[in-house]
């Protein structure tokens, strides 16, 4: 095995090929009135850097940068990142230079964040842009690099985010195997499967594993930020990039199959309403599981409204916890808290 992929295994938790050792725990969640049997895949227990589905997306980038023989990290994210803090998290460990290029928010705005923190604290270059000058500071960044003597690796191929579509979705190919096996093991079934989706990476992997393992399982992103027309886009690209990179034909009805919610979006990304919030406050208290507002929370309350107003029932519904706890104790540092009683 290439020398490369060892090293990558360095997240801990993480095998060579970017599998888990363990598989997240999948728990019968009750004390929740949806009228269907649900459960929840915990990712946010993955064993680094507050775990969640970027955890096992980074380690398929680290894994693709040491196989081409990178050494530097070219990060993106805005302030709320996840991606960002366990990129950083990932290069601090493998002692690699890490610039995090962090476009602001629609409004210009840079909210304060423990992910930006933990950026900075783990040694991440922050550069701050504007949404329209991403492509110039991830050029500049990677020109930066190249300067000092490295051999930088964007996370989202050339300057444009485009060109390495396929490697953060085998991160959730693996994971659609780990439901798969729990299925085996229990018996049982999923009817739909549900997370927040916000790039369409993390539902990519879990269509794709779905295609390869003859799953009819519906898959159901609620989305954080995008119209579903755009999700939908981006997830489909994601998809065919990844099928079309192991040789594998892109089925007839894969449009048919892609399935996103907007409607649970309360004003835009990173915004609550109260509906959400006394959700999160309700999955802590009785659950002790930590939702946040900008991702998780938004993805649990949209799929349990989405239950309701579909008038789905008696169904086993999986709902995929992608982590973001930093992101959780943003509402408990803010004067209107989402867990606060």
């Known amino acids: 095995m290439d020398a490369s992929l060892n090293n990558a295994a360095a997240l801990p938790g993480f095998a060579p090929d970017g599998s888990l050792l363990a598989p997240t725990p999948i728990v019968e969640l009750d004390g929740v009135s949806c009228d269907n049997e649900l459960y929840v895949k915990r990712d946010d227990l993955i064993p680094f850097s507050f775990g969640g589905n970027k955890a096992r997306i980074a380690q398929c980038f680290f894994a693709d940068a040491l196989a081409q023989g990178c050494n530097a990290i070219v990060a993106y994210g805005s302030t709320r990142s996840n991606l960002a803090r366990v990129m950083a998290n990932g290069a601090a460990r493998m002692s690699m230079p890490c610039i995090v290029v962090s476009p602001a928010e629609e409004d210009g705005s840079r909210p304060r964040s423990f992910n930006a923190e933990l950026c900075s604290r783990l040694g991440a270059q922050v550069r701050p842009c504007q949404k329209g000058a991403v492509a110039q500071a991830v050029e500049a960044a990677l020109d930066e690099l190249r300067e000092r003597g490295f051999r ?25 195997r780990e439901v798969a096996d729990w299925e085996r093991a229990s018996g049982a079934s999923f ?22 393992g003859g799953s009819a399982c519906k898959v159901v992103g609620v989305s954080v930020a995008r119209s579903a027309e755009a999700a939908t886009e981006h997830i489909e690209g994601y998809c065919r990039a990844y099928l079309a990179s ?9 449009h048919s199959r ?7 979006l309360h004003g ?7 509906a959400e919030q006394q959700t999160i406050r309700h999955a802590f208290a009785h659950a002790g599981m930590p939702l946040d507002e900008t991702y998780v929370g938004k993805g649990f309350d949209g799929m349990l409204r989405y239950l309701h107003d579909q008038g789905i029932c008696e ?23 989402a867990v606060r009683a």
């Open 152 to 176: 930088p690796y964007y996370i989202y191929g050339n300057r444009f985010g485009k060109g390495n579509e396929a490697t953060p979705v085998q991160a959730y190919v693996h994971a659609s």
């Open 191 to 212: 009817d739909y499967v549900f997370l927040a989706t916000g790039t369409g990476m993390t539902q990519a992997g879990l269509l794709c594993g779905s295609v390869l």
């Open 246 to 254: 192991r040789g594998v034909d892109v089925p007839a009805d894969l």
């Open 258 to 264: 892609i399935h996103v919610s907007d409607e649970f």
């Open 268 to 274: 835009g990304y990173g915004r609550a309403d109260a």
């Open 315 to 337: 169904k086993r519904i999986l709902f995929l916890h992608t982590g973001g706890t930093p992101l959780f104790f943003d509402a408990l540092d803010g004067s209107e808290g």
